[in-house]
């Protein structure tokens, strides 16, 4: 009945994600090369993340809408570096209705062009502005090496995309969704990522400056988990997005772009998961609570389900996702290391003692095995099932910051750097160029992730150019 | 500041529709012919619909996921009638990442061989079903004529899949979910919809029976609002969805699709709309009511905008989707004109009468001028407010249910049904076959749009043949 273990992650970190993913049923391979099916329990888990990331753009003023999936091939050439960028990874449409079309069209990979074609007729005037819009959609990008979740030709996203009459309110604009993401990724999914700014070779096709959040993933390496974008006058130019000012003039607007995709959803795994399999954070997990009914015959079932259904009624009520999984056929034991594996917070076990004694036993998934597990009352079960979820959300963000911090070695010396980079985040004075950052990606393979926006001030000598520094940056081997 | 007036739904209907849709900012024409872009006032109608329908899939059990977008152009050939009735549709990929594909993807026209070939994987026995699942996304189908909402390349749906032990399971599901369309219909976007089985010449490609819900738009054609297929066996012979039975023995599945897509927009559309533009029902409008303050100067505006603003607030606490309307430099009656284009179902006035004393305006959108105009008391605004929404919803019903069995005519011979079917559709027992419907669609251009589930009882002789028929059908010319 049992199914073999899976690998643990000090044997196996790579192995350990690719069957997890599988096992748990979020998603599985699709019969095209680097597509995924995301399977319902994994978009249940989207949607839950959809739903809290929805919530704050309409709070900060955004609406969704949708553009369409097919881009005439010419758009993309219009901004040189958003071409050059892109190009390499599409996938093309040369026949429609049986017929060669006369000019390709590309699945879309991102749309700054086709949004920027359209700000360019919807904007007239400064009255316009800003125009403010999101959509919920997929991309497609012809990767080679692909990951469930991390890297597929096609994987689910939002994208942002902004008009704005001045640089100062593009930048805010770029800087309050990194700050969205943040708080999205800290106080919903408990990943304590770094917001910071790209280097000039990190950056976007066709961005100014580029901001992003990482994270440090449960093997040390780093997972950009959200990007935003200071467009600049780019697209605006290369798509003539003109308004006419309050000053009388025509101006090219300012525009961003901002998204987060389904790589969140490998973060999640990889800096919560444990050699069980996963665990997911409270206000994130499709189920919060697992109800697990243990009985030997019929007496026993039919009381033991009474009380479970009664339970059910009561953290329903109050607000909380709860299964039941009344299965036949298959052990109490076997349940247990199912819902462990796919991450469920809390079990609650029901037994005849239990419907004797009036108690429930409360299993936290994030503390295996008798420390997690107590006896409580049934009396309450709500409030003391709803107090354990937000301390299991604690926890779990506690426990990463924990790993995060111990993992981010300070460094000024190359070969302190490399043995960072072993372990996990590399932080340094730095003031090298694009070439220098080429280098030590080919002798290291770590990128230089981000400058943080949380600077210690001052200044510092550059560990490999020696060079005065005004800001550290941070380095890591990523996905 | 005016802008010209919509030509009448009496003098052309098509074009009313066309300027409408553009005018009241739902959707635009994207760069690629037959493209759309949903702007976001249609968008936020559609999540309303996709809310209220995904409500409803949940409770009868089922699950979203995600299944890819492109798919192996052989999957299609595997079902010789679905792939008869959409290769002329298809969009094919034949490049990715500037390599010619060895096998070219079609772009998702509809996801049945995508998705079998996924459940032939996930289902081993008679435990793993029913399999019931369902996806939000968008399809391309090559189209020549298109319209948007009614018929664009790329359009935004769910499509639900599922997969049984039994035809009778299947069947069960195929009527349920066609329910659920008919109760979405009616209650949410009060279209009183016709529910019937399709003849064999309208059927879905590769199903054995599909139903539908047919709706009457306001120039008494018919618009297919919704299908649900039962597929027997076809797909899953095709896929080789096969199950251990109870039995022990390997069976094939027996599986379903059924589908609503933007298309309800038109609908919605073109059922409710009048001469000044669109009236939303009040259930799915994005906004249920718009408060347009009305001063002179500033003095006025301070006492009216401070009235506005605890109206507002009044009413977001009973959980009515409120706009206020504060633009500068626009006059109300300007105001007022764009929120009846946009189909608003209530406006509420704010001036420095009403400031004075304890009144407000109200004026109902279904009720042009005068006649839906009243005066009502500041107390109470957000309970008279919301019985008047749900008088609305329930005018809109009643009215559209008025105009469509005005416009159905029981009909005995081909003539009384040439002139029903200029009028709006024509009711005849019917025991015709395909060659029939074909001459008839020929000769008139109307088609059989459904066998109605509710039935007279009762024989008569079919209207062309003169054959004794068992049940009447539906005949209609058709978007």
Known sequence: MSE??????????????????????????????GCMIVRPYGWALWENIQASLDRRFKATGHLNAAFPLLIPKSFLEREASHVEGFSPELAVVTIGGNKELEEPLVVRP????????????????????????????????????????????EFFWQEGHTAHATFAEAEEETRRMLDVYADFAMNEAALPVIPGIKSESERFAGADRTYSIEAMMGDGKALQSGTSHNLGQNFAKAFDIQFLDRDGERKFCWTTSWGLSTRIVGAIIMVHGDDQGLILPPRLAPFQAVIVPIHKNDDERAQVMEVVAGAQRELAAAGIRVKVDARDGLTPGFKFNDWEMRGVPLRIEVGPKDVAKRTVALARRDRPGKEGKTLVSRDGLAAVASATLDDIQAALLAKATAFRDANIRDVATYDAFKEAIEIGFARAWWAGDAALEQRIKEETKATLRCIPLDQPGGTGPCFMTGRPAATQAIFARAY
């Not at 196996?12 to 019969?31: G, H, K, S, T």
């Not at 919807?122 to 999101?134: A, E, G, T």
Request: one cysteine or more.
């Open 110 to 153: 991102t749309s700054e062009t086709v949004i920027g074609h359209a700000y360019a007729k919807w904007i007239q005037s400064y009255r316009d502005l800003p125009v403010l819009i999101n959509q919920w959609c997929s991309v497609v990008r012809w990767e080679l090496r692909t990951k469930l979740f991390l890297r597929t030709l």
């Open 4 to 33: 073999p273990k899976l690998p643990t992650r000090a044997e196996d970190f790579n192995e350990w994600y690719n069957q997890l993913v599988i096992r748990a049923e979020l998603a599985d391979y699709a019969p095209v090369r």
